[in-house]
């Protein structure tokens, strides 16, 4: 394997704990690793994920960057020569690149940006994720966002305390909600950010609380949650891992916080005394407490509350029924609500006092 192939597979290796896509699934390259993505479009596509660095000088405890003995790097030119050369042969279709920061984050920041820079001028014309380092300046925020698709800083956790249990280098209000105010401005609808959950042992409550404040604020258009797992010769290497029904709770609650019209008042009904949800879906658990929905009459916001009922569902519901009321399970199927869920929770009819099971 030549050096360019060992630092490859030493630098996508080393991206792996950035999301890009939930449920993203990594595959193995000659002499590196891609994960694969759901494109918006419909398809799979294959993003190349990695760093430009992959030796950090912070004390993140949950991160084993920056236990790297032997750093490892490449420069903007080489990483856009060896990202090129698997795009032209049809290898890879996108590249999501964050870094470590082995020195002042302006030069990484920079370096990154003159990544991008390279790639645009040699003809790329594909997705490009960068990643915005806690502490950017303004001007390289400015520059990220012109020249990639989508910029994302990650919060990791919910406020100053948690995150000054975890890593002692970031100022939680300085480095990071400051910058992402900037990203917000600089890429309006084009950003991301990122949780470890339960790294720093915060509460589900505290996440709603944090998660509310996120669209209220700065509107990322997705926020990506990965559950903590416990790195050999890390500070919290005994610390107990996150299960992974956790991560994927959030991403359910979230879609409900963002698309759905729920609030997050509603959804503080639903944690235990301990600010915790249980394994179970919160639309479900939301639902199970309200009455049936009249899915002749129901306004939007009701619909989307029917598990089994998304945006387009209850769109499509609307449409229909004003030319055709729904009578029975025969008009949802047509209409494409098919399951159980939804069947439990829906009436046709406001004489329906008992709640009709339309699929058992
Ligand atoms: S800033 Fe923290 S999380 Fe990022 S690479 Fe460095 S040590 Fe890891």
Known sequence: MSVLEQKL????????????GAGECIQSLSSASCISYNRRTGGCGRMLKMLLNGSCSYDCAYCSIHLQREPVSLSPEELADAFLRLWRDGIVEGLFLSSGIPRDVDCVMHDLVETGEILRRRGYDGYLHLKILPGATR????????????????????SPDRLGGIAG????????LKRQSWVAEEKPGGHTTQ????AADETDAEILSCLADQHRRVRPSRI???AFNAIPGTPLAEHPDTPAWRARRWYQADYLLRDYGITADELRTILNEEGFFGDY???????????????????????????????????????????HPFSGPADLLRAGIRGKAAGR???FS??????TKLFL
Do not use: W
Request: aromatic residues 6%.
């Open 281 to 323: 879906d919160p639309k479900m658990v939301l639902a199970a407490a309200n009455a049936p929905v009249n899915v002749n009459l129901a306004p939007r916001r009701d619909l989307l509350r029917v598990p089994g009922i998304g945006p387009k569902a209850a769109d499509r519901i609307i449409s229909l029924r004003r030319v």
């Open 169 to 176: 280098v970031k100022d939680y209000r300085q480095d990071i």
């Open 195 to 198: 949780f470890v959950v339960g």
């Open 224 to 226: 990506y949650f990965s």
């Open 350 to 355: 406001d004489r329906d006092t008992v709640q």
């Open 9 to 20: 597979t030493r630098l996508t290796a080393a991206g792996r704990f950035d999301i890009c």
């Open 139 to 158: 001007a390289d925020i400015h520059d990220a966002a012109r020249v990639a698709d989508r910029i994302s800083i990650n919060l990791e956790t919910t």
């Open 345 to 347: 929770h829906l009436v």
